[in-house]
């Protein structure tokens, strides 16, 4: 079953990150790490017990990522060596969830061997047939061994909402503290020290999906893109969260979901703090990029017909 999986899988599906040297750092779906020179020669390539390796971390000349098998990696860039690998649970997730990292500490999502089938029994569109659909832990590890320091669970449910699960996590490393979403776009905080809860602002349906994500603004403001019914089908919204306490500063809904993560910064040197948001379902191909200063005015929008049209430019 692994293999014939495997075979049906040789693409590269995470994003590739740059070491101190310059050195390019990709994944493979069947689980391979490989190390690109600037003139894009293999350098190496590390083979984990695992496929789909989630998009990388790098800290101090190290890489840091899973695979779908609950296994943790740490790998030196120069040498390809295998610095640790630590089991952090029963599964690790198969799409293109991310890894943090800050100072001595590493951040992953995980999913224990009893997964709990529950949390998405409602969950508009979802059929997950294994824990590796999704996480339903954030997993804190030594960055220098990989013994779990602390373990979160969105799957027990909190300020009396039910559990949930993340899908394609986004971890924020702020100060003293770690934001990331679920897949209903409900937002937490919790200790980077102990993975105690600061704060929880639920997501508006509890049984949608997404598979969007939360990032941080330089202003102290956390803006998590999500769907109000389920990735393919339904609208969708983008919320601002207050970073002190979580409340919604303001919300603005779009037509169709929001299934990839927010992004936001000036525009330029001097310019105005914006935001982008990719609206448009999953997997399908039409993809609207907003672009606003103000969420109650839209400084332009970029359309996307299909992957053989391009994209068509508008401002607004």
């Not at 919790?190 to 704060?199: E, F, K, P, T």
Request: charged share 20%; glycine share 12%.
């Amino acid at each position: 079953k692994k293999m014939l999986k495997t075979l049906s899988m040789r693409c590269f599906h995470t994003s590739p990150v740059v070491d101190e040297q310059g050195n390019t750092l990709i994944e493979s779906t069947q689980g391979t790490i490989f190390s690109l020179d600037t003139s894009g020669q293999v350098r190496w390539q590390f083979q984990t017990t695992g496929l789909n390796p989630i998009n990388p971390a790098i800290k101090n000349g190290v890489l840091f990522t899973t695979s779908d098998d609950g296994m943790a990696w740490a790998i030196r860039c120069d040498t390809g060596e295998k610095v640790w690998e630590s089991r952090i649970g029963g599964f690790c997730p198969h799409d293109t969830a991310s890894a943090a990292v800050f100072e001595d500490t590493v951040i992953l999502p995980a999913t224990p061997e009893q997964w709990n089938r529950e949390v998405t029994r409602n969950t508009v569109g979802m059929m997950r047939t294994d824990g590796a659909e999704g996480n339903e832990e954030v997993v804190a590890v030594n960055a220098k061994d990989g013994t779990v320091k602390w373990r979160f669970s969105m799957a027990t449910g909190y300020r009396d909402q039910p559990g949930h699960i993340s899908y394609n996590l986004t971890p924020c490393i702020v100060k003293d503290s770690i934001v990331f979403h679920d897949m209903t776009g409900g937002v937490y905080r919790v200790s980077l020290a102990d993975g105690q809860l600061v704060w929880y602002e639920p997501g508006v349906n509890p049984n949608s999906w997404t598979t969007g994500g939360v990032c941080m603004g330089p202003n102290g403001v956390a803006y998590c893109g999500f769907c109000l019914e389920s990735c393919i089908m339904g609208e969708g919204m983008v919320r601002a969260h207050d970073f002190a306490d979580g409340k919604v500063l303001w919300s603005r809904k779009f037509d169709q979901g929001i299934n990839a993560t927010p992004a936001v910064g000036t525009l330029g040197p001097d310019g105005p703090l914006a935001v982008i948001v990719a609206e448009g379902r999953n997997p399908l191909p039409l993809k609207i990029f907003h672009w606003f200063i103000d969420p109650k005015k839209e400084f332009w929008k970029l359309l996307g017909r299909s992957p053989k049209e391009g994209l068509m430019g508008r401002i607004h």
